[in-house]
């Protein structure tokens, strides 16, 4: 069969019938490059005895669920994946460069458990550079084998012959590249290929392969979306680098819940599991400074309290800012828009910054009632009461709205020594006790008379 060629933008993935200095599609400038496919085409295929197999009948025992996953090691991981690895998984994981990827691997690598073979193949490093990770995590596990490639089809001769029970890691998949594909590792085409390679070679051999991929400027995955789709598990490990602390969220699993986070802490010996998280990230608040509130929240199926702090300030341009970091910067302005519009709060002359402390990011609408709480409390100068806790969503008509998991949020917060919870109206009433005091709020205008009798009485 002749040599087939074809245009592929790198940005966009688009296909073109020709060169071109600018893609039709995305408008990317020299983005587009030929691609040249030397391999021969076949349609016919021999097909195995055993390549249908038979549905077992359903066993949903505890010790049938158990055997068919591999224990990490890692609590806070195996609760991010639902139970621990699957046999012939494909685990995609992105992080900022810095963030601990490497030292996460390698830590899985060490501690997983009932597997015979592991492997850590690095096209970015060499084998001495991993070694002396290793070594610097006193990790001295015999079984690790360790290799420094950038070729794919080196890399899948060396583990194909790997048969079930083993894991393998592959750093990274942006710097592996094959010979049939005449583009520069790290473009399209070549990531697809390469994933695709390492996809057949986990579910034909029954093994786990985990796939580190690079992020944008933008925080997402680096390549091709379709990469995503090819993968089982895809995971962010994040965190802010001014902090110690480190998450590791799941995008996609085909095993498990997509909501669950794990919380690691990041020391000279390498990431260690905060089984607290709620503990960790209130150490060091103050309760006697305006614009500081507390929340919780819910990841997954875990409570976490996580304080909130607002900053309402003074300014003379004619376009205030609203700012925020771990929070949604489009949510916080319809925040604002309401307490202007439904308490008669005048933002039109103030800055408004809004930060989630401890490096977090939250989502959830229930995180509302506290950022209003904050913002409020700033506004007025005035803090609010000592061991208070906010949940709830607001709406456009100042509504608080009820908040799933209400049971679990105040069960934190009684166990960490809270004893005012702010909620909605509607939320279930909680056992009674003698500390716990709950103040139900119908509208945020409540909030803002509540802030506003605090104020009075320190006058």
């Not at 030397?38 to 016919?44: E, I, M, R, V």
């Not at 995590?137 to 690790?144: A, C, D, F, R, Y």
């Given at each position: 069969?002749?040599?087939?060629?074809?245009?592929?933008?790198?940005?966009?993935?688009?296909?073109?019938?020709?060169?071109?200095?600018?893609?039709d599609i995305c408008k990317a400038w020299n983005s587009v490059v030929e691609e040249v496919n030397d391999g021969l085409a076949s349609t016919k295929k021999d097909v195995p005895d055993d390549f249908f197999v038979t549905l077992e009948p359903k066993d949903d025992s505890a010790e049938c669920l158990a055997s068919s996953r591999h224990n990490s090691g890692i609590a806070e991981l195996d609760r991010v994946l639902g139970g621990?690895?699957?046999?012939?998984?494909?685990?995609?994981?992105?992080?900022?460069?810095?963030?601990?990827?490497?030292?996460?691997?390698?830590?899985?690598?060490?501690?997983?458990?009932?597997?015979?073979?592991?492997?850590?193949?690095?096209?970015?490093?060499?084998?001495?550079?991993?070694?002396?990770?290793?070594?610097?995590?006193?990790?001295?596990?015999?079984?690790?084998?360790?290799?420094?490639?950038?070729?794919?089809?080196?890399?899948?001769?060396?583990?194909?012959?790997?048969?079930?029970?083993?894991?393998?890691?592959?750093?990274?998949?942006?710097?592996?590249?094959?010979?049939?594909?005449?583009?520069?590792?790290?473009?399209?085409?070549?990531?697809?290929?390469?994933?695709?390679?390492?996809?057949?070679?986990?579910?034909?051999?029954?093994?786990?392969?985990?796939?580190?991929?690079?992020?944008?400027?933008?925080?997402?995955?680096?390549?091709?979306?379709?990469?995503?789709?090819?993968?089982?598990?895809?995971?962010?490990?994040?965190?802010?680098?001014?902090?110690?602390?480190?998450?590791?969220?799941?995008?996609?699993?085909?095993?498990?819940?997509?909501?669950?986070?794990?919380?690691?802490?990041?020391?000279?010996?390498?990431?260690?599991?905060?089984?607290?998280?709620?503990?960790?990230?209130?150490?060091?608040?103050?309760?006697?400074?305006?614009?500081?509130?507390?929340?919780?929240?819910?990841?997954?199926?875990?409570?976490?309290?996580?304080?909130?702090?607002?900053?309402?300030?003074?300014?003379?341009?004619?376009?205030?800012?609203?700012?925020?970091?771990?929070?949604?910067?489009?949510?916080?302005?319809?925040?604002?828009?309401?307490?202007?519009?439904?308490?008669?709060?005048?933002?039109?002359?103030?800055?408004?910054?809004?930060?989630?402390?401890?490096?977090?990011?939250?989502?959830?609408?229930?995180?509302?009632?506290?950022?209003?709480?904050?913002?409020?409390?700033?506004?007025?100068?005035?803090?609010?009461?000592?061991?208070?806790?906010?949940?709830?969503?607001?709406?456009?008509?100042?509504?608080?709205?009820?908040?799933?998991?209400?049971?679990?949020?105040?069960?934190?917060?009684?166990?960490?020594?809270?004893?005012?919870?702010?909620?909605?109206?509607?939320?279930?009433?909680?056992?009674?006790?003698?500390?716990?005091?709950?103040?139900?709020?119908?509208?945020?205008?409540?909030?803002?008379?509540?802030?506003?009798?605090?104020?009075?009485?320190?006058?």
């Amino acid at each position: 069969m002749s040599k087939q060629s074809r245009f592929v933008c790198q940005e966009c993935g688009a296909v073109l019938s020709k060169w071109m200095g600018q893609c039709d599609i995305c408008k990317a400038w020299n983005s587009v490059v030929e691609e040249v496919n030397d391999g021969l085409a076949s349609t016919k295929k021999d097909v195995p005895d055993d390549f249908f197999v038979t549905l077992e009948p359903k066993d949903d025992s505890a010790e049938c669920l158990a055997s068919s996953r591999h224990n990490s090691g890692i609590a806070e991981l195996d609760r991010v994946l639902g139970g621990g690895f699957v046999d012939g998984s494909v685990i995609l994981i992105g992080g900022s460069p810095g963030i601990g990827k490497s030292t996460l691997l390698m830590q899985i690598l060490a501690n997983s458990v009932g597997l015979d073979k592991r492997v850590y193949i690095s096209a970015e490093e060499s084998v001495g550079q991993v070694s002396m990770r290793a070594k610097r995590l006193g990790i001295t596990n015999e079984s690790i084998q360790i290799a420094s490639t950038s070729d794919i089809h080196q890399i899948i001769s060396a583990i194909n012959k790997f048969k079930g029970n083993g894991i393998v890691v592959v750093d990274s998949v942006q710097t592996v590249g094959s010979e049939l594909i005449q583009s520069p590792p790290g473009s399209i085409s070549q990531v697809r290929f390469c994933t695709q390679e390492l996809v057949n070679f986990a579910k034909r051999n029954n093994v786990i392969v985990i796939i580190v991929s690079h992020i944008t400027k933008d925080g997402a995955i680096a390549g091709p979306k379709t990469l995503e789709h090819m993968v089982d598990t895809v995971l962010y490990f994040e965190g802010d680098r001014s902090y110690d602390y480190r998450i590791l969220r799941v995008e996609k699993n085909r095993y498990g819940s997509t909501d669950e986070i794990g919380v690691f802490s990041m020391t000279e010996s390498g990431l260690k599991e905060v089984l607290n998280p709620s503990s960790a990230f209130l150490s060091d608040r103050e309760n006697s400074v305006s614009g500081v509130a507390v929340f919780s929240g819910i990841e997954g199926t875990r409570p976490i309290l996580s304080e909130v702090q607002a900053l309402v300030s003074n300014t003379s341009v004619a376009m205030p800012r609203r700012s925020a970091v771990g929070f949604d910067s489009n949510r916080l302005a319809m925040l604002v828009a309401v307490l202007s519009n439904r308490c008669k709060m005048n933002f039109s002359n103030k800055d408004v910054y809004v930060n989630i402390a401890g490096g977090l990011k939250v989502s959830e609408p229930s995180v509302d009632l506290a950022i209003a709480a904050a913002i409020i409390s700033s506004a007025y100068r005035t803090a609010l009461p000592a061991g208070s806790v906010f949940f709830g969503e607001v709406s456009l008509s100042g509504e608080v709205r009820q908040s799933h998991l209400a049971f679990s949020r105040i069960k934190e917060a009684q166990k960490l020594g809270f004893t005012k919870i702010f909620c909605s109206y509607k939320t279930e009433d909680y056992e009674k006790t003698k500390t716990l005091q709950m103040h139900k709020i119908k509208s945020i205008r409540d909030l803002q008379t509540f802030c506003l009798s605090i104020k009075q009485a320190e006058v």
